[in-house]
Nanobody, 115 residues
């Protein structure tokens, strides 16, 4: 299983980025929930958003109303649309999937929000 994250970059406060995570080596990708986490420098990794197989979603309070998670099962890809970005959103963003109790992580994509 491989997860390839992309879409990060440098953006001013108030801006937007669309992060992507392409999954490979997984059959029936639509059977699994997929998540985004993030880790800021010197802090623990934290949950950001999840999308379930039936496309239900949930979000961390800190991003609710600003971020939107979605998935394209045909493309085995999950997206995170990040709007109204704040400097405190600066972090490496990781996609994650759990399959039969095993955790798989992408390599991360860096989002830097300048004030």
């Amino acid at each position: 299983v491989q997860l390839q994250a992309s879409g990060g970059g440098l953006v001013q406060a108030g801006g937007s980025l669309r992060l992507s995570c392409a999954a490979s080596g997984i059959r029936f990708n639509s059977m699994y929930s997929m998540d985004w986490y993030r880790q800021a420098l010197g802090k623990q990794r934290e949950f950001v958003a999840r999308i379930t197989p039936d496309t239900s979603t949930n979000y961390a309070d800190s991003v609710k109303g600003r971020f939107t998670i979605s998935r394209d099962n045909a493309e085995n890809t999950v997206y995170l649309q990040t709007n109204s970005l704040k400097p405190e959103d600066t972090a490496i963003y990781y996609c994650h999937i759990r399959i039969f109790g095993s955790d798989f992580w992408g390599q991360g994509t860096l989002v830097t929000v300048s004030s």
